[in-house]
């Protein structure tokens, strides 16, 4: 299915889209790629992580439609020798930031994101039950761009207000949770550069 086009923004944090966002789980103003990888979360199971990750395909290559057509199951595995190596496997991320800032979504964020894999935070299994998973299109030893870190700020500012049990103890990489299987976003994720942005943009006046 072809990305329905949005307009050339990251995300937008107006206050207004919150109570949207909380019923559809749709980010506004993002590229929307919708990816068959996905389930219900358990009954319960509520939204309280945010998961940064990284990814680029192949690796070390930016800019090309590859991590999309993955996500949703139509990568030509026949394009490079790596795509071999993950042809078959099903999975996805509620969305992905490319290097210039611009967002794509592949999942509801109501729904269950098939990108943590087997993994535990604060004494809790199976983060994809209740986890948002956010891809940065990266490696983990090349440097993030400063549009990538404002994007990240600014949708976790807004993921934040909607769903207040994410607090900033809880937006967390792919290697805590998944210490020595996962590296990303690895050493070249500035933790404190994208605390420093978060903490100037608090979404004032929403109720949560």
Sequence with gaps: MPETKAPPASVTSNP?????LR???????????????????????GISLLVVHSISLPP???????????????????????FQ?????????????????????????????????RSCFDGREECNDFSIGIELEGCDDIPYTESQYHCLAELAALLMAAWPDIHVDRITGHSDIAPGRKTDPGPAFDWQRFRDLLATRPLDGVDA
Aim: proline residues 7%; negative net charge.
């Design 60 to 82: 070390g290559r930016f800019g090309g439609p590859e991590i999309a057509d993955f996500f949703c199951n139509q990568l030509d595995t026949s394009a490079h020798p790596y």
């Design 23 to 45: 019923k559809t789980g749709r980010l506004p103003g993002v590229t929307w790629r919708p990816s068959p990888n996905y389930g219900a979360r358990p009954d319960g199971a």
């Design 16 to 20: 207004s889209d919150l109570e949207a």
């Design 85 to 117: 190596e993950i042809a078959g496997l099903q999975v996805s991320a509620h969305a992905l930031i490319r290097r210039d800032g611009t967002v794509v979504q592949f999942v509801s964020l109501l729904d269950r994101a098939w990108h943590a894999g």
